[in-house]
Every structure is written in structure tokens, then in C-alpha cells.
């Protein structure tokens, strides 16, 4: 495991960079559903062959292209319908937020931390979501989605941008990702990153909690 002292010294840090989707909210069944049913669609050859966890992480134009599919039109579609079916499952009510998220978010914001959410999902999806976990009021304007850049995760652009637009200094910040593309965005943008969930313990030298429960509870 990372070093205690290195942990806390994160813990510390006065902005907190949060990923979205696998991290605040539990969105990976919905998301892989949607890119089921637009490849099913669109492109059912790759069906078979398709696993959300090779895209995970992904904005969802990055994950088709790392499918294979580059043909324009075809690549235009499977984007549009793949949000379509996604906003549409949340606006039905089938996304919750993640365990102790909003307690976590008081917790952080109660302490006079800052807040600031860096997501590859798209400004339409991301407010969507937020809007329907009731998560919006923890960070207002403070929101860059791949809207905003012209790469998202693994690239550094979404955390580069945050830190221009909002005034952020990275010495000062740590990101919360869950994913290997995230952490990635994080270390080429020189932000030092915590990770939730299953990609914290597949690692023993990058601190990480199993939830973020357990980071909360760090946080007490």
C-alpha cells in the first residue's frame, strides 16, 4: 500500500478534482447498455466482441473510434444514439448516485474545500445526470466535460482546461478518477490523483479507497 503519510498529505490538498461517471454516480450498466444497443444498431458486427471495460473511461467518441469504426457517418450515429439512450434511461430514473457521494461532497464543501468536476461524458449527458442525482449544487459552474477540449481522458486537455479556466494551482489539487484513463489525464497534467474502487486495489503505489465511503471515513 502507499505510504499513510502520503495518502493524508492528498487528503489535504484544498481542490478536489471529480470524475464523474464510475465514480460519483453508478453509471457503468447504463453506459454499457447504450453502447450495446447502438452498436446493435448500427455497427452489430462488433457486438460479439464488445466489452465496456476496454472503453470505460472513454468519452463515447473516443470509445468508438477505439473500436475501429472511422468511418464519419456511421461514427456520427453511433454517438447520437449511444447519448440518446443514455440520457433517456437516466431521465427515467435509472441512475442513483454513488454510495456516500453527496456525504462526501457536504463533508469537502463543509470544510471550506473546493470543487471542481473534470468528466469525458458530454455537456448534455453531464448536466443530465447531475441534474438527476441532485448533484449539481456541489459544483455549479465549475464543470469541463469533452465539450470543452478537442481530447478527452487519457489525455491531460480536461484537467489542463480546469486548471486555466477556473484558476486552480495543481499543487493545491487532487483528482478522483476510477479509471486507468483518468489516472492517466491526471499524471500528464502533473495533478496528483486518488483512485475509487476496483482500480485502487489493483495498484500498490497509487492511494486509493475501495469507495468513497472509505474515503469519507479517511476524511473524519
Do not use: W
Amino acid at each position: 500500500m502507499p505510504p499513510v503519510d502520503r495518502r493524508n498529505d492528498l487528503l489535504q490538498r484544498q481542490v478536489y478534482l471529480f470524475d464523474l461517471d464510475g465514480t460519483l454516480v453508478d453509471s457503468d450498466v447504463l453506459h454499457a447498455t447504450a453502447f450495446h444497443e447502438a452498436l446493435l444498431m448500427h455497427a452489430p458486427a462488433l457486438v460479439p466482441s464488445f466489452s465496456y471495460e476496454l472503453v470505460r473511461g472513454l468519452s463515447t467518441y473516443s470509445a468508438f473510434c477505439a473500436l475501429g469504426i472511422r468511418q464519419g457517418a456511421i461514427l456520427d450515429k453511433l454517438v447520437s444514439f449511444k447519448q440518446t439512450h443514455y440520457r433517456s434511461a437516466v431521465q427515467r430514473g435509472l441512475l442513483e448516485a454513488s454510495l456516500g457521494a453527496h456525504a462526501l461532497l457536504e463533508r469537502l464543501r463543509g470544510s471550506g474545500r473546493s470543487l471542481g468536476l473534470v468528466t469525458s461524458g458530454s455537456r448534455n449527458s453531464v448536466e443530465t445526470t447531475l441534474r438527476a442525482t441532485d448533484l449539481m449544487k456541489f459544483f455549479g459552474q465549475h464543470i469541463v466535460t469533452s465539450d470543452d477540449v478537442s481530447m478527452g481522458k487519457p489525455a491531460p486537455d480536461l484537467y489542463v482546461t480546469a486548471l486555466s479556466i477556473f484558476g486552480y494551482d495543481k499543487a493545491f489539487c487532487v483528482g478522483v478518477e476510477d479509471s486507468e484513463p483518468g489516472f492517466t489525464a491526471c499524471t500528464l497534467a502533473e495533478i496528483d490523483c486518488l483512485l475509487i474502487g476496483s482500480s485502487a486495489s489493483t495498484s500498490d503505489k497509487i492511494p486509493g479507497f475501495a469507495n468513497l465511503t472509505v474515503l469519507l471515513e479517511a476524511l473524519q
